[in-house]
């Protein structure tokens, strides 16, 4: 994903939400100035190339299908999702979150050796000079929605779920599964049933581009309205 090809879409987002830019270009440049001259993860040391990836998003449906995750080449969690599929046995290869719920998950995967995509964004600049001064900072990946500068990159996508999606796109997935998506979870707020419609819309111009069928937005695409990429 080049910027100048997700701007269109990214400028759609904040007219949508009401987001500032300015307030997106102010989180990346402080999770950069936070970084500094620290070296930060390579995501083409994930081996993606061809591989079978899991998007594993945070749904209610999310443990009845952890075998999917399981039987995947690599798994992406988004945020609570790498919690729930380690408590199903299931190992996790990478953690997409902008620190919103289970920051201190970030901190322990990278311990560990297990790489973070970090997301920066208008409103949580607070979280990142808290948690990410604690990460072991050679397994983070710093992002941003906003133009990439470095260290920042920008994959494309808007919520983790779709986040982990383009980048496991970006880097060259053969396949995509997604087990724990749900975009009529009843139990989410009205702000996040309206990220799920972008995540939804989003992961359809996706699969349009990769030339791939996700199964997640079967019975859906009729209803999805395009992203305008003008």
Not at 37 to 43: E, G, L, N, R
Not at 80 to 97: F, H, I, K, N, Y
Not at 99 to 110: F, I, P, Q, S, Y
């Amino acid at each position: 994903m080049e910027f100048h090809t997700w701007e269109p879409v990214y400028e759609d987002i904040l007219d949508d939400f009401g987001y500032p830019r300015d307030g997106d270009e102010r989180a990346r440049d402080r999770f950069g100035d936070l970084l500094g001259d620290d070296s930060t993860y390579d995501p083409t040391s994930l081996g993606l190339d061809g591989a079978t990836v899991a998007i594993a998003g945070a749904g209610p449906s999310l443990e009845a299908e952890a075998d999917r995750a399981a039987d995947a080449d690599v798994v992406f969690a988004a945020s609570t999702a790498a919690d729930r599929l380690q408590t199903e046995g299931v190992a996790v290869d990478c953690m997409v979150t902008d620190l919103d719920k289970n920051a201190d998950t970030g901190r322990e995967l990278t311990a560990a050796g297990t790489p973070v995509v970090a997301h920066a964004h208008g409103d949580n600049i607070p979280k990142l000079e808290t948690h990410i001064p604690t990460y072991d900072t050679e397994f983070v990946v710093p992002t941003t929605q906003a133009a990439p500068a470095p260290p920042a990159h920008n994959y494309g996508g808007f919520t983790d779920g779709d986040r982990a999606a383009f980048l496991a796109d970006h880097f060259g997935a053969g396949s995509l599964v997604f087990p724990g998506w749900d975009f009529e979870d009843p139990s989410v707020t009205a702000e996040k049933r309206r990220k799920l419609r972008w995540a939804e819309r989003l992961l359809r111009w996706l699969e349009q581009r990769r030339g791939e069928r996700f199964d997640v937005l079967d019975g859906r695409r009729d209803d999805i309205e395009p992203v305008d990429t003008d």
